[in-house]
């Protein structure tokens, strides 16, 4: 078992930062990679980014350039930096962790709400 716990969301104005941090415990030498994904109010879970064991990232289009995901290995927990922040942008971000290439295990989500 993994168990992700995700903290940093709040508010915060258009143009403004946030960083959202997923702590992971339990059998974390069993995934692949970390990511973030997010859901705003009517609308399915989106894939954000993905950071592998090797540390390779990738981002879905709309927030390249303006957001970035890293780890810190010795705290085993995984960031999401996200500068330049924008209205669309608002939704419950959720942390989740692969295995063997499936996004098997999730946080409880976090809140970010962008204002205009």
């Known amino acids: 078992q993994v168990q992700l716990v995700e903290s940093g969301g709040g508010l915060v104005q258009a143009g403004g930062s946030l960083r959202l941090s997923c702590a992971a415990s339990?059998?974390?030498?069993?995934?692949?990679?970390m990511g973030w994904f997010r859901q705003a109010p009517g609308k399915q879970r989106d894939w954000v980014a993905t950071?592998?064991?090797?540390?390779?990232?990738n981002y879905t289009d709309s927030v390249k350039g303006r957001f970035t995901i890293a780890r810190d290995s010795t705290q085993n927990t995984v960031y999401l930096q996200m500068d330049n922040l924008k209205p669309e942008d608002t939704a419950v971000y959720y942390c989740a962790a692969a295995i063997i290439g499936n996004w098997y295990y999730w946080g409880q989500g976090t809140q970010v709400t962008v204002s205009s």
């Open positions: 950071i592998t064991t090797r540390r390779t990232t």
């Open positions: 339990g059998n974390i030498f069993t995934i692949n990679a």
